[in-house]
Structures are given as C-alpha cells and as structure tokens.
Nanobody
C-alpha cells in the first residue's frame, strides 16, 4: 500500500524555522522525483521545491529561494523541507508529491506563520 505521510508542520512566528518530513512507503522511493507543494486558502496549489531521484538537482519557487532547502535520504525513504525565515505568506497546507511512473500525494501538513 502506497503511503506518503508528512509531518513537522505547526504554528510559528515570522522569522522562525520549521522542518517538514515526508516518509514514503509502498513504492521504490529512490526512483521517484519528490516535490513539496503548498496551497494557501483561496489560492491554487503551487510547486515549492523539487528534487531529483538521486538528490543531485533541486529547484525552487522564486519566493522561497534562499530560505527553503529540499533534501532527501533514500535510505530512509524520506524527503525533507527545511524552511527558514518563515513569513506570513508561507502559511499554507504543505503537500509531499512523488512522481515517476505514477503520481502519489500525501494528505498534507498545516504550516501557519503568525505573530
């Protein structure tokens, strides 16, 4: 059974950090491109960061460049999103996505940035 389970979300103040994790099971994680998406209220889901199957290449949404870092540990079937200097506009539900021969999504984790 395929599963993607995100964790690490929460309520933080502007300028603080969070680290999201997404643990995968039920498919060959190391073959899949992994991504983090987010969806804010009344907005479309957008790609935040993506990492290739080997971890050798990444790309980011312009709004998070220099603040967010995506990484993966294929031995642990886990992808991470380190988020630093969080801003109120980063508030959203963050989703993990796996893409290769199929596409899988996690249920999401809420990130709220507010003073």
């Amino acid at each position: 059974q395929v599963q993607l389970v995100e964790s690490g979300g929460g309520l933080v103040q502007p300028g603080e950090s969070l680290r999201l994790s997404c643990v995968a099971s039920g498919f060959t994680f190391s073959s899949y491109v992994m991504s983090w998406y987010r969806q804010a209220p009344r907005k479309e889901r957008e790609l935040v960061a993506q990492i290739t199957s080997s971890g050798g290449s990444t790309n980011y949404l312009d709004a998070v460049k220099g603040r967010f870092t995506i990484s993966r540990d294929n031995a642990k079937n886990t992808v991470y999103l380190q988020m630093n200097n969080l801003k109120p506009e980063d508030t959203a539900i963050y989703y993990c996505k796996a893409r290769f021969t199929r596409i899988y999504w996690g249920p999401g984790t809420q990130v709220t940035v507010s003073s």
